[in-house]
């Protein structure tokens, strides 16, 4: 009796045996796709050439689309955007070139309008500004040069006027000025001329103010004058009136107003003299109302070291004088301290 070895089982024998007769059918439903899937659980084990520790209970660890992600933009320079972009042709099936074209249609589109609204928004403005806005005229006051600073300036035209017209006039504007004790006014004197282009209005030259107001002077007189000139009121113990003129030659100028002497005062009187009496006809002093009686001919006096040539009352104080205080300057004034005040005008610099 041939005796054979005993067979010993395991465990394992065990479970092989019961499970024999699964392993021996070729394929079962979704054989494939779990083999398919098998095969992306190995390689995503891998990563950079290093395989990755697998996950706790030998669980495969399974790749997700942010690892692919970082993947594609470190191998294959990719970046973010463009993988982002190609998501969405993928999925919409829109060409690149016209998802970029789009938003730059909408930006161009845009800017166009924007332009058109602020241009019609300009055309309105002037529009507005040219048919509706009331236009206000303005006038820019020219200041006349004068030969000494004034305060205040008044335009006196003397277009077609006659002599007692002109001195009239001045007259007035002397008595109704008012300013400031000290201050000076300038008295300018124009006249109009009608040309094809309108009126032009131009300051007269002081042979055109002499001969004028019929002053009985030389020719060789006008001739030693510059045609600047300039009449003016001191506002001091109740306006004194005065005329400054230029000299090129102080010979003829000097002979000049010797001659003149004669007439000098009533040729002036309008202007520079003293209030008249309506019936006597004589100088009349105005804060007293009593009658002036002064001296028939000029008489040399020196007020602050100047030479001046004066006509005085009978107490001697001077009412009527001019002076050349230099050889290029003659002033006819009513009052010594006039005088001196014109004479300080003239060597000082106005400081603005």
């Known amino acids: 009796m041939s005796t054979e070895p005993e067979k010993k089982f395991s465990l394992n024998d065990e479970v092989d045996a019961k499970f024999a007769p699964m392993r021996s059918l070729s394929s079962f439903p979704g054989e494939e796709n779990r083999a398919s899937l098998d095969e992306d659980f190995d390689s995503s084990i891998v990563q950079n050439g290093k395989p990755k520790a697998p996950l706790r209970g030998g669980i495969k660890r399974v790749r997700t689309y ?9 191998n294959q320079k990719a970046s973010v955007t463009s993988i982002a972009a190609a998501e969405e042709r993928r999925r919409t099936g829109i060409p690149q070139d016209v998802l970029e074209k789009k938003p730059r249609d909408i930006k161009r589109t845009l800017t166009v309008l924007g332009s058109i609204l602020l241009l019609l928004i300009g055309i309105g403005v002037i529009a507005f500004f040219y048919f509706f806005y009331e236009k ?65 209005t131009q300051l007269i030259t002081t042979e055109a103010l002499l001969t004028k107001i019929q002053a009985q002077v030389s020719g060789s007189f006008l001739r030693s004058l510059e045609p600047s000139f300039m009449l003016g009121v001191h506002v001091f113990n ?16 000097f002979a000049g107003m010797l001659e003149w002497e004669r007439t000098l005062y009533d040729d002036l009187f309008l202007f520079t003299g003293l209030k008249n009496d309506p019936v006597l006809g004589a100088p009349i ?19 602050k070291n100047i030479d001046v040539r004066a006509l005085t009352d009978e107490s001697g104080v001077i009412k009527f004088l001019y002076a050349f205080p230099d050889q290029k300057t003659l002033i006819i004034t009513t009052n010594e301290n006039t005088l001196i005040e014109i004479i300080t005008r003239l060597n000082s610099v106005r400081v603005f």
Do not use: C, M, W
């Open 66 to 74: 942010k690892e692919d992600i970082a993947e594609a933009v470190k």
């Open 238 to 253: 109740n306006n004194q009136p005065f005329i400054i003129l230029k000299s090129n030659s102080y010979q003829h100028a």
């Open 136 to 200: 206000e005229s303005v006038v820019i006051q020219q200041e006349i040069p004068s030969l000494v600073f004034a305060e205040s300036q008044e335009e006196i035209n003397v277009t077609k006027k006659t002599a007692r017209e002109i001195l009239q006039q001045l007259y007035t504007s002397r008595n109704t000025t008012q300013l400031p004790l000290g201050q000076v006014s300038h008295l300018y004197l124009t006249e109009s001329t009608e040309t094809p282009e309108g009126t032009y």
């Open 285 to 303: 002093d105005p804060q007293t109302g009593n009658e002036i009686v002064l001296s028939e001919v000029f008489e040399d006096r020196i007020v």
